[in-house]
């Protein structure tokens, strides 16, 4: 079955970086957007930063000129470089994909979460 697992997360000062990773596995023909979600303790998923298949990222604003999205079609992958991070940008952070198993069998697959934790 497909599965998404993310790795990078960890512990880090502010203002430092880290780079968070998202590896696609499982029958798949193709992906369409990608996108990485955060949950900040006590707060609601939102939408941090997501890639068409095109390439066209788009970022919520508390994020944008520091993170940035990419993607590796011919590994299945989807990264997240995070800069100048803040301790608001504290949280655990769910990769997310819009993923086709065939022609006519399309649905959206969540990773498992990886924690970042800034401190000050």
């Known amino acids: 079955q497909v599965q998404l697992v993310e790795s990078g997360g960890g512990l880090v000062q502010a203002g430092g970086s880290l780079r968070l990773s998202c590896a696609a596995t499982g029958p798949i023909f193709s992906i369409d957007v990608m996108a990485w979600y955060r949950q900040p303790p006590g707060k609601e998923r939102e939408l941090v930063a997501g890639?068409?298949?095109?390439?066209?990222?788009t970022y919520v604003h508390s994020v944008k000129g520091r993170f940035t999205i990419s993607r590796d079609d011919a590994k299945n992958m989807v990264y997240l470089q995070m800069n100048s991070l803040k301790p608001e940008d504290t949280a655990a952070y769910y990769c997310?994909?819009?993923?086709?198993?065939?022609?006519?069998?399309?649905?959206?697959?969540w990773g498992q979460g990886t924690q970042v934790t800034v401190s000050t």
């Open positions: 890639i068409t298949r095109g390439g066209s990222a």
């Open positions: 997310n994909a819009d993923i086709r198993e065939s022609l006519i069998r399309r649905r959206g697959y």
